[in-house]
């Protein structure tokens, strides 16, 4: 199995910052990486795949980049609404797997 | 706009089987672009990926759950379940259903659409 792990586990940051969360691959995945965002008590929500594929209804100041073993998600200018937990997904090969989770709190 | 809905019983017995149903309403589960997954998150952790279904019934297993899991499809009632046999207190856990898209021929695949999630609590 394709272990995905997450860094940092926890961030704090401020409305207005530039924001990256980092997702690394045990083995080359190419461009099969998915970004989710959950919040508290909700189903996660598709942000990005293909590894930089916005998803329709998602707003450009999420983006997506990275191939092989190493990825990043950037958020531009943080609004109140970004503050939840965010998982990268490998789609490579089955099973698929999530990395442990970033999670977004306010400075 | 395609939605999901998981059913079923919100506490199970230690040993016991634990089963649910997703129903799908906006879209149809034959559709040939889709596999229908199986998703869970224990309180306070990450995700784990259960298994999936195609509308064919062909289906993958998480390997750490195989020897448990069985997910089926009733196409005429646009319906997808999962049963867990043996369960144990470590099956606590939010179950999601969703669907999984892939993209020809590049083999994207993604989970793009999610039901609300239901508790299942594993306890005598």
């Known amino acids: 199995d394709i272990q995905m792990t997450q860094s940092p586990s926890s961030l704090s940051a401020s409305v207005g910052d530039r924001v990256t969360i980092t997702c690394r691959a045990s083995?080359?995945?190419?461009?099969?990486l998915n970004w989710y965002q959950q919040k508290p008590g909700k189903a996660p929500k598709l942000l990005i795949y293909?590894?930089?594929s916005l998803q329709s209804g998602v707003p450009s100041r999420f983006s997506g980049s990275g191939s092989g073993t190493d990825f990043t998600l950037t958020i531009s200018s943080l609004q109140p609404e970004d503050f939840a937990t965010y998982y990268c997904q490998q789609s490579y090969s089955t099973p698929p797997s999530f990395g442990q989770g970033t999670k977004l709190e306010i400075k | 706009q395609v939605q999901l809905q998981e059913s079923g019983p919100g506490l199970v017995k230690p040993s016991q089987t634990l089963s649910l149903t997703c129903t799908v309403s906006g879209g149809s589960i034959s559709s040939g672009s889709y596999y229908w997954s199986w998703i869970r998150q224990p309180a306070g952790k990450g995700l784990e990926w259960i298994g999936r279904i195609y509308t064919s019934g062909s289906t993958n297993y998480n390997p750490s759950l195989k020897s448990r899991v069985t997910i089926s499809v009733d196409t005429s009632k646009n319906q997808f379940s999962l049963k867990l046999s043996s369960v144990t207190a470590a099956d606590t856990a939010v179950y999601y259903c969703?669907?999984?898209?892939?993209?020809?021929?590049?083999?994207?695949?993604?989970?793009?659409?999610w039901g609300q999630g239901t508790l299942v609590t594993v306890s005598s």
């Open positions: 969703a669907s999984n898209i892939v993209v020809v021929p590049a083999a994207i695949s993604y989970f793009d659409y």
């Open positions: 083995q080359s995945i190419s461009s099969y």
């Open positions: 293909a590894a930089s």
